[in-house]
């Protein structure tokens, strides 16, 4: 019996991004390997579902879970390796902030639904059928995991220990979490892993706290190389988003788009991104600022790009996503008219 | 009547899962290959602004990110009416070749190629990528990781980062490269011609000259007869990031040649009740079912596709490798399914010799990498070939380039259809009067394994084995067998 300890791994709704990312450590994957014992790492090597079930509660020593959860697979999965590990991690944007896939809780099942099996130019479906749970066919019945209205976090599905950011987390932000575990020193549970500081503040680019007078999409303008993207008008998420990526999208002239997230005193990630940037528009009055704001489109698919399921919002109620009127509350009714969402 | 459920949940939990059913005679009576995931991103994408969709589409697969990146920019340029300059195409298909070799390079060395370099008698526990290390030596294990890492490295340094790369935009890229990054890639570059011929040369002295393997890569069992889809240039050569996209018939005679806008004309997608994955197919034939054959609109779109569909490779040692592959399994074009994997190897060295070719040229390094539009947006579509498949990406937007509709047509769901048949075929050659041979589990997975299925890239199982598990029960839902792989 190995005395490493035990290490697991699992993807649920994810893109595979972050197993991607794992092995990114390239050589030093076998480092990994050297200090744990892997018990379950579907994507990559060998075990089942029913050793995980064989196991003693709490025997794995740390699970790190990607991908969000939006179907019952997903949520049963989550739960087995929460009783079977000591220290769930929410590894990665998707199980951390619900991902760049959360914005689907700006919609509802039927809605996606409706267009991807119906109303696409491309489908053809003269029977209108749609996938269902369970399915007669000729031979007997097929089943299917239900599709979920909303999508959720890792953490508002069973209790999480750490968070590590990131979509997806870079090597460097693999590597501070692996070296955390291995040598003992994790911050105190319920913590971030990463630190507790800005994408601007490991930026290169030159800041000079510009105010600006309007936002220029990304297309419309070629920037200057070295100065700050939000001084030049372009709309950057680094202001209010935690560092550890090394500000690589800002370097190659992409604004920050968030995935790594809010810093730790901030709950609502799409909110502390809003007040940021209303603080930097050149503006006296709140209807000049609303002015300014107004040429950013699409605040709600903006402000909460992989951070939606986690924030205050959640989703867009769901008979304003389904077209029916009144339900909405006046707060989420805005923001979802903000998005451009269609009726 | 026996059904037996080949559940590769038992590991990738939720990712995919095969049904067979069985006669009373206990032969095959049918096939279920269902797909249990949605995510939603055409509908979730409306209300967006067209130019964030290579960084929100990228997240539909983190396998080829770089894919969905390159079709949605080119549906940009598109929607916009923009031509990037030249220096900004080709920085999108220098990035996109280096994605190439590193994406055909893991499915070689450990997906797909175990199976033949290891044997596909060999124990289950052998036929990986350590498996080929103990055949061919260890520092073909090295050569691989330096592969990936080195082209991850290009793909960073022009897209901005290695895994959901952000530099696109409509109209070329969003920054260029220094001349020093020029003459870096280009050594990366030559070093991956390299390594794509030894793949070659050990694919011949382990794979061809083995007279089993040939056996087996042109027996029936794995022959499917369709269309076949794939993007050439003017010359008809294949090409994985511009030109029209080409139909051949089951004989090889061209059946349509189209541009990306027309793509509704030609290809219709069918919808069934029991997956979440739609079937598309050709639209002028219709839809007739899971039939092979010149009547039936069922297509393909994998590296083998795309040289059937083609008249040849671009690049000249990728070129006499094509030749050669037709000479040896009698002209075109080719109905072994698994000839994919020689198939795609000879797109490694395509990719690596186009990589040499793009970072040679001094203007990749040009600082004038985008136009910027000034067109009002409408509607673009984009088309690149992905890996696993041709990839269309469509737009319509309102006039502030905000997105009304979006319609995608991912790599592996033109092989959906295809797969769900070579499943059928391979079982069907294997499972006779309710007897069922242990190497079920094995072919089964060569046949699914050699389209390398990206589906929302869950099936990918890296070690080369997709752990599979049939259970067969009888009527009452009773256990009588259960055989498993790579499992225990």
């Known amino acids: ?343 | 009547m026996t059904r037996i459920t080949i559940d590769p949940i038992t590991r990738l939990e939720g990712h995919g899962k095969i049904e067979i059913f069985l006669n009373d005679q206990g032969d095959v009576e049918n096939c279920y290959f269902q797909v249990p995931e949605l995510r939603g991103f055409e509908v979730f994408c409306v209300g967006r602004p067209a130019e964030e969709m290579p960084r929100l589409t990228s997240r539909i697969c983190g396998v080829c990110p770089e894919a969905h990146m390159m079709a949605s920019a080119k549906a940009l340029d598109a929607l916009y009416g923009v031509e990037p300059p030249p220096a900004g195409k080709k920085l999108r298909e220098l990035l996109y070749s280096a994605f190439y070799v590193t994406d055909h390079t893991t499915h070689f060395y450990a997906l797909g190629g175990p199976d033949f370099v290891v044997g596909p008698d060999s124990p289950a526990a052998e036929r990986n990528i350590l498996g080929v290390i103990a055949k061919v030596g260890l520092e073909i294990g090295g050569q691989v990781i330096a592969a990936r890492k080195r082209n991850h490295h290009v793909i960073e340094m022009i897209g901005g980062r290695a895994i959901h790369p952000v530099a696109a935009l409509p109209g070329g890229m969003s920054h260029p490269i220094t001349e020093e990054q020029r003459r870096e890639i280009l050594d990366i570059a030559r070093q991956n011609v390299e390594f794509a011929q030894f793949t070659i040369d050990l694919f011949h002295n382990v794979v061809l000259a083995n007279s089993a393997y040939v056996e087996m890569i042109t027996s029936p069992a794995y022959t499917l007869r369709t269309y076949y889809m794939g993007l050439v240039d003017e010359h008809n050569k294949v090409n994985f990031y511009d030109g029209l996209v080409r139909v051949v018939d089951p004989d090889g005679v061209e059946f349509a040649r189209y541009m990306p806008v027309e793509y509704t004309d030609h290809v219709a997608e069918h919808v069934e009740p029991w997956t979440y994955l739609k079937f598309p197919y050709l639209k002028k034939l219709g839809w007739h079912g899971f039939v092979e054959g010149k009547g039936s609109g069922i297509y393909c779109c994998t590296p083998l596709s795309r040289l059937n569909a083609a008249d040849g490779m671009a690049t000249p040692l990728a070129q006499a490798e094509y030749e050669r592959m037709y000479e040896t399994l009698g002209g075109k074009p080719v109905h072994f399914t698994l000839a994919t994997h020689w198939a795609r190897i000879i797109e490694l060295l395509y990719a690596a010799e186009r990589m040499v070719e793009l970072a040679e040229d001094p203007e990749v390094a040009s600082p004038d990498v985008r136009t910027l539009p000034t067109k009002k947006p409408t509607e673009g579509v984009g088309i690149v070939e992905a890996p696993r498949g041709t990839l269309t990406h469509h737009y319509v937007t309102d006039e502030n380039g905000i997105l009304l509709e979006a319609n995608l047509i991912v790599g592996t769901t033109n092989n959906y259809a295809p797969i769900q048949m070579n499943i059928k075929r391979a079982a069907e050659s294997l499972i006779h009067g309710g007897q069922v041979s242990d190497g079920i589990l094995n072919r089964i997975e060569m046949a699914f394994r050699a389209y390398d299925p990206c589906l929302s890239c869950a099936t990918h199982s890296l070690p080369g084995q997709m752990p599979l598990e049939i259970v067969i029960r009888d009527s009452s839902g009773q256990v009588v067998q259960r055989l498993s792989q790579n499992i225990d």
Request: a negative charge; aromatic letters at 6%.
């Open chain 1, 1 to 343: 019996m190995s005395s490493k300890p035990k290490l697991a791994l699992y993807w649920a709704s994810s893109c595979g991004g972050c197993e991607i990312a794992v092995l990114g450590l390239h050589e030093k994957i076998l480092d990994v390997a050297a200090h744990f014992d892997i018990v379950f790492w579907p994507c990559v090597m060998d075990a089942k579902v029913a050793d995980v079930e064989a196991l003693d509660n709490g025997e794995i020593d740390v699970c790190l879970f990607n991908g969000a959860i939006r179907n019952d697979d997903n949520a049963h999965m989550a739960h087995l390796l929460r009783q079977k590990s000591k220290v769930l991690v929410a590894f990665g944007s998707c199980a951390f902030g619900g991902g760049i896939p959360g914005l689907a809780n700006l919609t509802s099942r039927d809605q996606i639904f409706d267009w991807v099996y119906y109303q696409s130019p491309s489908t053809d479906n003269p029977q209108s059928v749609w996938p269902k749970p369970h399915v007669k066919v000729d031979e007997g019945t097929l089943t299917l995991p239900t599709f979920w209205n909303t999508v959720k976090t890792l953490a508002q599905v069973v209790p999480v220990d750490y968070f590590v950011p990131g979509c997806p987390p870079e090597v460097s932000t693999i590597e501070a979490a692996v070296n955390a575990i291995v040598s003992g020193t994790l911050p105190p549970p319920g913590s971030v892993i990463g630190p507790d500081t800005t994408v601007c503040d490991e930026c290169p680019r030159e800041k000079n706290m510009k105010k600006i007078k309007r936002f220029y999409r990304p297309q419309e303008v070629i920037p200057d190389p070295n100065a700050c993207l939000l001084d030049q008008g372009l709309f950057c998420a680094g202001i209010a988003t935690r560092a550890g990526c090394g500000a690589r999208c800002p370097q190659v002239g992409m604004g920050c788009r968030g995935c790594y997230g809010p810093i730790d005193r901030d709950l609502d990630h799409g909110a502390k991104i809003l007040t940021a940037i209303a603080s930097a528009v050149d503006a006296n009055t709140p209807e000049e600022v609303e002015a300014i704001l107004d040429t950013l489109p699409d605040p709600a698919g903006t402000f909460y790009r992989y951070h939606l399921p986690h924030s205050l919002l959640r989703r867009k109620e769901l008979s304003a996503a389904n077209g029916s009127n009144g339900q909405a509350k006046p707060e989420r009714a805005e923001m979802v008219a903000a998005s451009g969402g269609r009726p």
